[in-house]
C-alpha cells in the first residue's frame, strides 16, 4: 500500500495556516504555485507530501525498517512537542532553539523533493576522486550508519542506461563521460548522511536569532523550509556553511522565523520578514505556502522579480 510521505511535516505547516478561518473545519494555507502563479486554499495534509518517499531504509542499522516510520518516532513527535513548548513563552522567554526543534531542522534541510534535484546536480559537479580534498572527518555517530552494497544506475550519452554498475566501478565510469543517476535508495541514504552533517556539524557552528513577524506582517514556508547560501546563491552545496558570509533562513511558523550567521561575521542590524520571505520563495521550486493570499502574491511577485 502506497503511503502519503510529507518531505515538509504536518505540525510544522499546520504554523503557516490563515488565522481569520474560525470555522468549524480543518484549517488551510494558502499555496502559491511557483510556476502558474495560481494561489489556492489547502489543508496541511494536502501540502508538501510524495508517494512513498521515505519507505527505504536509508542509514538505519535494521535494514527492514523504514525511514519514515523513524522520522516519526525519533524527529517528528518530538520536535512538535518541543515547539509548542517553544512557542508557548513569550518572545522574551525564547533564548535557545530546542534541540529536538534543531534536529527537525536538520533533516528539513536535507530532505525535501527540491533537494533530491540538488543532489543530482552536486553529484554530476564532483570533481574527480583524486582531486578531493579531504576537509574533515565525519561526524561522531556516523560509523552506526549500515554500509550498503548494491548496483547504481548510470546514462551514457551515446551508450544508454546501465543498472547494473557496481560502486568502485562509478567513479571510472564518470571519466568516461557517464553520469550518475540518483536513485531511490541512493537519495535515502544521502538524505540521512546530510541530515546527520546538518544536526552534528554545521548547524551547531552557526549562530542562531530568533525573528518575530511585525504586527500586520507574516512569514511564509516553502518546498525548501530551510534555505543557506551567499548572498542571492541559494542553491550552494553545503559545504558553503563553513563560508564567514553564509545566512541559513528558516521559517517555524507565520510569526516566528530563525536566521543563523557564521560566528566569524556580525549579524546585520535586522532582517525584516520580507527578506525571509524572499529568500524562501526564491529558493522554492514548486510551490509556497503562507496564512494570507496576500503575502504568498507578494512573494511570488518578490521571486518573479529576483
Not at 568502485?168 to 546530510?194: I, K, N, P, Y
Request: net charge neutral; charged share 25%.
Amino acid at each position: 500500500m502506497s503511503s502519503r510521505d510529507h518531505y515538509v511535516s504536518q505540525f510544522h505547516l499546520r504554523g503557516f495556516t490563515d488565522p481569520t478561518d474560525n470555522k468549524p473545519h480543518e484549517p488551510w494555507l494558502w499555496v502559491g504555485d511557483c510556476s502558474t502563479r495560481s494561489i489556492e486554499r489547502r489543508a496541511p495534509k494536502n501540502v508538501a507530501w510524495t508517494t512513498n518517499l521515505f519507505s527505504g531504509p536509508g542509514g538505519l542499522q535494521d535494514r527492514a525498517s523504514s525511514l519514515e516510520s523513524y522520522l516519526a518516532t525519533n524527529v517528528e513527535s518530538p520536535a512538535a512537542f518541543a515547539l509548542r513548548g517553544f512557542l508557548s513563552r513569550t518572545s522574551g522567554q525564547r533564548h535557545t532553539v530546542p534541540a529536538e526543534v534543531g534536529r527537525y531542522l536538520a533533516w528539513a534541510a536535507a530532505r525535501s523533493v527540491s533537494m533530491r534535484r540538488l543532489y543530482q546536480s552536486w553529484i554530476e559537479d564532483l570533481p574527480d576522486p583524486a582531486d578531493t580534498v579531504f576537509v574533515e572527518p565525519p561526524p561522531s555517530g556516523f560509523e552506526e550508519m549500515t554500509p550498503v552494497t548494491r548496483l547504481h544506475r548510470m546514462e551514457h550519452p551515446t551508450l544508454g542506461v546501465r543498472d547494473d554498475v557496481r560502486s568502485e566501478e562509478v567513479d571510472a565510469l564518470r571519466r568516461q563521460g557517464w553520469r550518475f543517476l540518483l536513485a531511490d535508495d541512493d537519495f535515502l541514504e544521502l538524505v540521512h548522511l546530510q541530515a546527520w552533517y546538518f544536526q552534528v556539524r554545521f548547524f551547531p557552528r552557526l549562530r542562531w536569532i530568533i525573528l518575530e513577524a511585525p504586527p500586520g506582517g507574516c512569514f511564509i514556508v516553502g518546498d525548501r523550509p530551510v534555505v543557506w547560501g551567499l548572498k542571492d546563491v541559494v542553491d550552494a552545496q553545503p559545504s558553503a556553511l563553513r563560508h564567514p558570509n553564509v545566512q541559513l533562513f528558516a521559517t517555524l511558523t507565520r510569526s516566528v522565523a530563525l536566521y543563523a550567521h557564521h560566528p566569524l561575521r556580525d549579524p546585520p542590524e535586522a532582517v525584516s520578514f520580507r527578506e525571509v520571505n524572499r529568500v524562501i520563495a526564491t529558493a522554492a521550486t514548486r510551490w509556497i505556502a503562507g496564512p494570507t493570499r496576500s503575502v504568498v502574491l507578494e512573494s511570488l511577485t518578490e521571486r518573479a522579480g529576483s
